[in-house]
C-alpha cells in the first residue's frame, strides 16, 4: 500500500511512501477548550516572533493554535469536487468536505482534531515558534476509492498508488472511506464466505489492516498538514526529506481526545527498524548520506530510519531537534548543499560518527515493541 503527497518543484512530484500494516486503535473527540483570546499576540513581546508573507497570522504561542478557527469563505467552491450530495462537517479546526457516509466522516473529524492537539503539545515541548491558521484546514473526504483515485487523476501526470494525500498546493488532504478499499472489501467477502469458527480471526486481521491504513495514511497526512498550517514546516523545501516525514511518522499512534499518545512509540515503524538493522546498525555513510543528500531518500525502506532518527533526535536530542525545526519554521531553512548540511547537524546534534551511531541504533533497538501482530 501506498500514499502520494504532492510536493512544490524542489520535492520529485509524486514522491512515494510505502506504508504497512499496524494493530492501533482509533482515537476519540478532543475535549472542548476552554475560552481563550484567540488573536495571536501582536508582533512584540513574549512568544510573538514575524508576520509571515503568505498568512495575515504573526506566529504566536501555542495556546494560540487552540481557539476554534474560523470558516474558509473560499471553501464553498469546493463542492463542485465531490459533488451535489458532498456535505460539510466543522469541528474546531477542520473543515470536512464529504461524501462517505456520515459516520464515517465524524470518526475523521475526531481523528484529525487528536493529531491537531498532539501538535500542540509538541510545538510546547520544544518551544517552537508557530503561527495561528487563518481558517479551518480543509479535508476531502470521497465515499469511495474509485471516486478518490479519479480525484487524484487530475493533479498528477502518472497513475499513482496513493490511499490519501496532503497537497502542499492546494492546502488540503484527501482522504476516502477505506471501507471502500478493494483489498479490505475482499478481506469481507471472506468474513462473510468463511466458517464460523474462522470469521472471529478474519474480522480480527480487517480491524488491523483498516487501522492502520487510519494511522499511516490520515494522521500521517493530517500531520504534514497541520505542520504546514501551523508554520513548523512553511514549506517541504525548509528541511530534508527524512525530517519532513519521520516527524509525520510520529504521529501514527493511536491518540488521546486530548493528543496524548497511547503508545509510547510508533510500533510498527519499530518493528520495521529492528526487521531491517536486526544484525547491525545502520552504517554511518548510510546514516549521513540520508540526513544531508535528499537525493539518498529510497522510499518505503528510508520511512522507518526516518521515524528511528526523529525518534531518537526527540528523546535525546531534544535541543537540537527543536533548533532544526526552528530554522525552519522562522523561515531560515536548511542549507541544500549536502557538506553543509553535515556541518550544521554536526554543530547541532554533535559530531555524527561512529558512536553517535552506535548509541542511535542502541537506544532504538531498546524501545519497547508493543503490540501484538506486527508479524502478520
Known amino acids: 500500500m501506498r500514499t502520494v503527497t504532492r510536493r512544490p518543484s524542489a520535492w520529485a512530484a509524486g ?43 504573526a506566529e504566536c504561542r501555542p495556546g494560540d493554535l487552540l481557539p476554534p478557527l474560523t470558516p474558509d469563505p473560499a471553501a464553498a ?63 476531502l473526504f470521497f465515499e469511495s476509492h474509485a471516486a478518490f483515485a479519479e480525484h487524484l487523476a487530475t493533479l498528477t501526470d502518472e497513475p499513482s498508488p496513493a490511499l490519501g494525500f496532503y497537497d502542499a498546493v492546494s492546502r488540503r488532504s484527501v482522504f476516502f472511506d477505506f471501507d471502500s478499499y478493494p483489498p479490505l472489501q475482499a478481506i469481507q467477502a471472506a468474513v462473510e464466505q468463511a466458517p464460523a469458527a474462522h470469521r472471529e480471526r478474519l474480522r480480527q486481521k480487517l480491524r488491523r489492516r483498516r487501522a492502520a491504513l487510519e494511522l499511516s495514511v490520515m494522521q500521517h497526512e493530517a500531520a504534514h498538514h497541520i505542520q504546514s498550517a501551523i508554520g513548523l514546516i512553511p514549506t517541504f523545501e525548509d528541511v530534508p526529506i527524512w525530517l519532513a516525514e519521520g516527524l509525520a511518522t510520529l504521529y501514527e499512534v493511536p491518540l488521546t481526545p486530548a493528543g496524548q499518545p497511547r503508545e509510547s512509540v510508533n510500533g510498527y515503524r519499530l518493528f520495521e527498524y529492528r526487521q531491517l538493522h536486526a544484525d547491525h546498525a545502520p552504517s554511518r555513510e548510510q546514516l549521513v548520506r540520508l540526513m544531508s543528500d535528499d537525493a539518498a531518500w529510497c522510499g518505503g525502506q528510508c520511512y522507518p530510519l526516518a521515524w528511528a532518527l526523529t525518534q531518537y533526535l526527540r528523546d535525546a536530542h531534544g535541543l537540537g531537534l527543536a533548533a532544526l525545526l526552528r530554522r525552519a519554521a522562522t523561515g531560515a531553512g536548511l542549507p541544500s548543499d549536502p557538506g553543509a548540511r553535515r556541518a550544521l547537524f554536526d554543530k ?21 515493541l508493543e503490540g501484538t501482530a506486527f508479524a502478520e
Open 348 to 368: 547541532l546534534l554533535g559530531p555524527i560518527d561512529e558512536r553517535w551511531v552506535t548509541q542511535f541504533h542502541d537506544a532504538t533497538m531498546k524501545l519497547p
Open 77 to 139: 467552491p469546493l463542492t463542485s469536487l465531490l459533488g451535489p450530495r458532498a456535505a460539510t462537517l466543522e469541528t474546531e479546526h477542520f473543515a470536512v468536505l464529504y461524501t462517505a457516509p456520515p459516520a464515517q466522516a465524524r470518526d475523521l473529524a475526531q481523528r484529525l482534531e487528536t493529531v491537531y492537539h498532539a501538535h500542540v503539545k509538541l510545538v510546547a515541548e520544544l518551544r517552537l515558534p508557530v503561527r495561528r491558521p487563518p481558517h479551518k484546514l480543509a479535508v
Open 15 to 57: 514522491l512515494l511512501a510505502v506504508l504497512t500494516q499496524s494493530c492501533f486503535a482509533s482515537a476519540g473527540q478532543p475535549p472542548p477548550v476552554a475560552d481563550h483570546d484567540a488573536a495571536c499576540p501582536a508582533n512584540s513581546g513574549p512568544g510573538a516572533l514575524r508576520q509571515t508573507a503568505d498568512s495575515t497570522s
